[in-house]
């Protein structure tokens, strides 16, 4: 970060080249917990001196990296049309495969793209944490307009990890999340690989009856 703030300066000073020496002077190789600032600065320097071809292939190894999509809009907005497309549809399939499907997750909510947020969600469904619930809170609420289904899939990722972990302080958010599942239920014509809502529910009753804290809190 102090680096970043220098070399900053020194970009604002007509010292494109000293600011780059002074990022470079950070070691980063490896390292997966690069400040965004640091990022940043060392684009604007490449900027600086015209060297907009490095500036755009570090903005991506950025984003690959990251999933930050702040590196992916920058590098698209600089782009003519229709390659802003194919790199925009590029980022997405990066995403699609990304590590970490909770950040991929994160990312597709951010840009925003519901549509490819639910197709991560059907895909990877296993991968979901349900105890990120930052997360999945607004994930389900923006998937529930138009895709119930994946919706439904997030839920219950949060209820799963509550009951299995016997999370008692989120038994009442639990059963909000339950009741939305049995709203949404009527909207989804093929529950596909997932179980139907009455038989999900059997399911958590078998296996999470003696949680009376739980059911009771359902009307």
């Known amino acids: 970060m102090v680096a970043a703030d220098i070399a900053n300066r020194l970009v604002l000073a007509g010292r494109a080249e000293e600011a780059l020496a002074a990022l470079d002077e950070v070691e980063t190789k490896g390292r997966q917990d690069v400040p965004f600032e640091w990022q940043l600065a060392r684009v ?3 900027e600086a001196l015209e060297r907009n071809d490095e500036a755009q292939a570090f903005r991506w190894a950025c984003f ?3 999933l930050n999509d702040e590196h992916l809009r920058a590098y698209v907005r600089r782009l003519p049309d229709f390659d802003d497309i194919e790199a925009e ?3 997405f399939a990066f995403a699609q495969t990304f590590p970490d499907a909770n950040r991929a997750l994160y990312f597709f909510l951010c840009w925003p793209s519901s549509g490819e947020a639910a197709k991560l969600v059907t895909t990877r469904s296993a991968e979901l944490d349900g105890d990120y619930y930052e997360l999945m809170t607004p994930a389900a609420e923006v998937l529930s307009t138009k895709y119930p289904l994946a919706a ?3 839920l219950r990722s949060m209820i799963d990890f509550t009951l299995e972990s016997g999370r008692s302080s989120r038994y009442k958010h639990t059963a909000r999340h339950l009741a939305e599942c ?3 239920a009527s909207q989804i014509d093929d529950f596909d690989t997932i179980r139907p809502h009455e038989a999900y529910v059997a399911d958590l009753k078998r296996e999470h009856g003696r949680k009376s804290g ?3 809190l359902l009307g």
């Open 44 to 46: 604007e320097a490449l």
């Open 64 to 66: 690959e990296q990251s």
């Open 89 to 91: 549809e590029r980022g």
């Open 152 to 154: 439904t899939i997030v």
């Open 182 to 184: 049995r709203s949404l």
């Open 214 to 216: 739980f059911w009771s």
